[in-house]
């Protein structure tokens, strides 16, 4: 059997760099796991904050340590990656583990795209729309699939002329109430956003989002539990088994989400099995709305009271690790996690072989 040598990308330039580092070390692991460690090689290329590509033995100490190289340890200026490296154009398939903008974005994408190579995951669309939560919730419109109000804001409205600021308020209280929550439009991991209980507390969110991305979105508070379900497939994509976030704190925030014992994940998600069937449904509909790509973990609200399911957000690219809610919904359903890697492999394969 040929080996298939796995070009394993990660770090990156986004506020999930280390994030990714740890969904790269669970990744590295599973493709030197059980069957997949005669199939496949790794070979580790690391994107530096400062947007370095290197390849060789730094990146597999990072991978080994789990630490990223810190700013005053960076070599170099921005370059780009192609022609820099011998293994570069050994690459049989791109494995890009980046999560956030500059990577998760399209961005990356793009460029496999002009190398004309196989990678996992969504190409420029799916992972374009997938990231910008604007363009993400026109879309799920366009597929008729129940979401939140919400309210797309541009950084000029807020930085705006003292007339322009307080009728953009006004229109927020008026159309979506108390309490909302105020997101920058293309940033992952609940970074940047806050949950708005007055007007205070509005006009702070308003420019602490625009100081972090041009476009914000603006959604209305609902009082519900928040469910997942993991996709996997291309075409003809498949949903998991739903599971369930808990946390004691206001909202599902960055320190809840990245922080031990703050949050914790049941699965399966203890709700009826007609609400198990919607959600994989609209997970599926979801996927296929933006043009995803082999995986996706789709985000919902369920309001017990009402009996409701809203969606929340779609991930193209959702955290990796052994512990992470996407890998864990598939194991539920009798997917190993090794066995989950090689699909997606497999999954990229076929869509290069697409040309589409």
Known sequence: ???????????????????????????????AAEENASKYEVLPFYIQKNGRWLSGTLPQQILASGKPLEIEEQTG???????????FNAVDVWFPVLHGPNGEDGTVQGLLKLMQVPF???????????????????????AGLPQVKYIAVNRSEIWSNPCVFPKLCDKIEADLG??????????????GISKARSRAELEAALDSAASYDRRIIVEAGVVARELECAVLGNDNPKASTVGEITFQSDFYDYETKYTLGQADCSIPAKVSSAIVSQIQEMAVQAFLAVDAA??????????????????????????????????????????????LVDRLIQLALERHGEKG
């Open 77 to 87: 200026q921005d370059d780009s990656p192609a022609g820099q490296f011998p293994n």
């Open 1 to 31: 059997m040929t080996t298939m040598r796995i070009g394993l990308l990660f770090g990156g330039r986004s506020g999930e760099h280390e994030v990714s580092i740890s969904s790269a070390r669970a990744i590295a692991r599973a493709l």
């Open 120 to 142: 996992v995951g969504s190409g420029v669309l799916g992972s374009a729309i997938g990231m910008d939560k604007i363009a993400m919730k026109m879309a799920f419109a366009q």
């Open 178 to 191: 108390y309490p909302c929550f105020v997101k920058p439009a293309n940033l992952g991991s609940s970074v």
């Open 294 to 339: 082999g995986l996706a973990r789709v985000d919902f609200f369920y309001i017990e009271s009402t009996g409701e399911v809203l969606i929340n957000e779609i991930n193209t690219f959702p955290g990796f690790t052994a512990t992470s809610m996407y890998p864990q919904m598939w194991a539920a359903d009798g997917i190993s996690f090794p066995e």
